[in-house]
């Protein structure tokens, strides 16, 4: 019988770069690794809150300001991670915006359809293109790309969300395929409803209400609650896990009403 490999349930020394990092589950992964002993890129479009991110996750974290948005960006700072840890080892694709508008509204719906898509779809792939020939160098390469229970299901009002996170479960799979012969891992969590500032606007009744009918738990989840799926994924011992698309949404999904 063959010898048991040693895959270990660490990331202390590893580099993990963290993109929609100054706020909310971003914020979360990017402590969490930190406090794991994994070097962090906290990137994000809000440089000042980027900046106290990386100050609460100590000299394990530097701060990136970065668009997602923009592709010149993304390969300006993923190029300066790798300079800056010597390497990448995790990438988790965590940035989005909130897009609800009616189909209606114009220009305005055409607007946020394209920056919805861009954000939240267009950059994940970019960011894996720009990542992947550092991820190659790595003995424990690790993707996850943060998608969302709507792109499981549909919320009225909110296609161009709807149409980005359930694209970014397919180009999980994809990417799973093409990368797992090289034993680099791509998974997806799809958050449900959880207190972030996304949802701040939706008053705490309505989540109490939202929370009880919906919901197995009968609550809203903790952005710590995902950063934690988050670093069960990209722990080296999680070796045979890729391609999949797992919801963190107190069994939301599992309920029929």
Same mark, same amino acid.
């Given at each position: 019988?063959?010898?048991?490999?040693?895959?270990?349930?660490?990331?202390?020394?590893?580099?993990?770069?963290?993109?929609?990092?100054?706020?909310?589950?971003?914020?979360?992964?990017?402590?969490?690794?930190?406090?794991?002993?994994?070097? #962090?890129?906290?990137?994000?479009?809000? #440089?000042?809150? *980027?900046?106290?991110?990386?100050?609460?996750?100590?000299?394990?974290?530097? =701060?990136?300001?970065?668009?997602?948005?923009?592709?010149?960006?993304?390969?300006?700072?993923?190029?300066?991670?790798? !300079?800056?840890?010597?390497?990448?080892?995790?990438?988790?694709?965590?940035?989005?915006?909130?897009?609800?508008?009616?189909?209606?509204?114009?220009?305005?719906? !055409?607007?946020?359809?394209?920056?919805?898509?861009?954000?939240?779809?267009?950059?994940?792939?970019?960011?894996?293109?720009?990542?992947?020939?550092?991820?190659?160098?790595?003995?424990?390469?690790?993707?996850?790309?943060?998608?969302?229970?709507?792109?499981?299901?549909?919320?009225?009002?909110?296609?161009?969300?709807?149409?980005?996170?359930?694209?970014?479960?397919?180009?999980?799979?994809? %990417?799973?395929?093409?990368?797992?012969?090289?034993?680099?891992?791509?998974? *997806?969590?799809?958050?449900?409803?959880?207190?972030?500032?996304?949802?701040?606007?939706? =008053?705490?009744?309505?989540?109490?209400?939202?929370?009880?009918?919906?919901?197995?738990?009968?609550?809203?989840?903790?952005?710590? !609650?995902?950063?934690?799926?988050?670093?069960?994924?990209? %722990?080296?011992?999680?070796?045979?896990?890729?391609?999949?698309?797992?919801?963190?949404?107190?069994?939301?999904?599992?309920?029929?009403?």
């Amino acid at each position: 019988m063959s010898e048991t490999p040693n895959r270990s349930r660490s990331i202390a020394g590893r580099v993990a770069i963290v993109t929609g990092a100054a706020s909310g589950m971003g914020r979360a992964t990017a402590r969490l690794f930190a406090e794991q002993g994994a070097k #962090v890129a906290v990137t994000d479009l809000d #440089v000042a809150a *980027c900046q106290e991110v990386a100050r609460d996750c100590g000299t394990n974290a530097r =701060p990136y300001a970065l668009d997602v948005g923009d592709a010149d960006a993304i390969k300006r700072v993923v190029a300066q991670v790798a !300079e800056d840890f010597g390497g990448i080892d995790i990438l988790v694709n965590n940035a989005g915006v909130s897009s609800f508008c009616p189909l209606d509204e114009g220009d305005a719906y !055409e607007e946020i359809w394209a920056r919805s898509l861009a954000v939240m779809l267009t950059a994940h792939q970019r960011m894996v293109r720009a990542a992947l020939p550092h991820l190659r160098k790595s003995d424990a390469a690790r993707i996850v790309n943060i998608a969302s229970t709507e792109g499981l299901g549909a919320t009225p009002g909110d296609t161009p969300y709807v149409a980005a996170k359930t694209g970014v479960t397919g180009l999980t799979r994809g %990417l799973a395929v093409d990368l797992g012969p090289e034993g680099i891992t791509v998974n *997806c969590i799809c958050p449900g409803p959880i207190s972030t500032a996304m949802t701040d606007k939706v =008053p705490d009744e309505h989540k109490v209400i939202f929370a009880k009918r919906r919901t197995a738990l009968k609550r809203y989840g903790d952005p710590e !609650e995902v950063a934690h799926m988050t670093l069960s994924l990209v %722990l080296p011992a999680a070796s045979y896990i890729t391609g999949a698309v797992i919801p963190v949404d107190g069994g939301l999904m599992a309920r029929n009403a």
